[in-house]
C-alpha cells in the first residue's frame, strides 16, 4: 500500500523521475557527429577510402605513457602529459605524419634511416620511426614520409628545440 502526503499524491510520485526513467533519457542521448579521441580532441570522420597512421610503441612502458594520463604526469608532469596526449591524438587522427598540425613536426637524422621528431614542451619532444618492413625512400635517399603509414614511437626525449 503506497504511502500519501498530505496533497494526496503517492510519495513515489513526488520524489521524481525513477532510476528506469534515468536510464531511458541516456539511452536518447545522440551521439555527436565525429568521433572523440583521447581527452575530448574532436577527430573529423575520414573520407570511406581514407587509412589513418597505424601507431606502434617501441616498449610497453613508453606505451603506458602516451595512453595513461596518470603515468605521464607522475613521470613529466601535468603540462607535458597533457600535450603528450594531444600530439598522440593527433598522429591517430592523420593519414600522414606530414598532416601533423602543431609541435614544429621534422625530419631527425637516424640510423637506418632519418627519424621524425615533433615538440611537446619545455624542450621535450616526441620520436617517431616509419615501421614498414619495407620503409618508403625517395630517390634522394631519405625517407618518404608522404607514403609512411605505420610509425613507431621510438622515445620521449630531451631535444634541442
Known amino acids: 500500500m503506497p504511502i500519501f502526503h498530505k496533497a494526496g499524491r ?10 528506469g526513467d534515468l536510464r531511458l533519457a541516456q539511452r536518447s542521448v545522440t551521439r555527436p557527429p565525429h568521433d572523440v579521441v583521447g581527452q575530448g580532441v ?6 570511406s577510402g581514407a587509412i589513418p597512421v597505424k601507431l606502434a610503441f617501441k616498449s610497453l612502458r ?17 603540462k607535458l ?8 591524438a593527433e598522429l591517430r587522427a592523420a593519414e600522414t605524419v606530414l ?12 640510423r637506418p634511416f632519418s627519424n621524425y621528431a615533433v615538440n611537446l614542451t619545455e624542450g621535450y619532444r616526441l ?27 621510438v622515445r620521449i626525449e630531451v631535444g634541442n628545440g
Not at 42 to 47: A, E, G, H, L, M
Not at 62 to 78: D, W
Not at 81 to 88: C, K
Open 62 to 78: 613508453l606505451r603506458t605513457l602516451c595512453e595513461q594520463q596518470a603515468a605521464a604526469e607522475r613521470e613529466y608532469g601535468f
Open 10 to 19: 503517492s510519495l513515489a510520485a513526488s520524489i521524481g523521475p525513477t532510476l
Open 99 to 110: 598532416e601533423l598540425p602543431a609541435g614544429r613536426p621534422r625530419e631527425i637524422p637516424g
Open 127 to 153: 620520436v617517431l620511426s616509419a615501421n614498414h618492413g619495407e620503409v618508403p625512400v625517395l630517390d634522394a635517399g631519405g625517407v618518404d614520409w608522404a607514403g609512411v603509414s605505420r610509425v613507431m614511437v
Open 81 to 88: 602529459a597533457r600535450r603528450l596526449r594531444a600530439r598522440v
Open 42 to 47: 574532436p577527430v573529423p570522420k575520414r573520407d
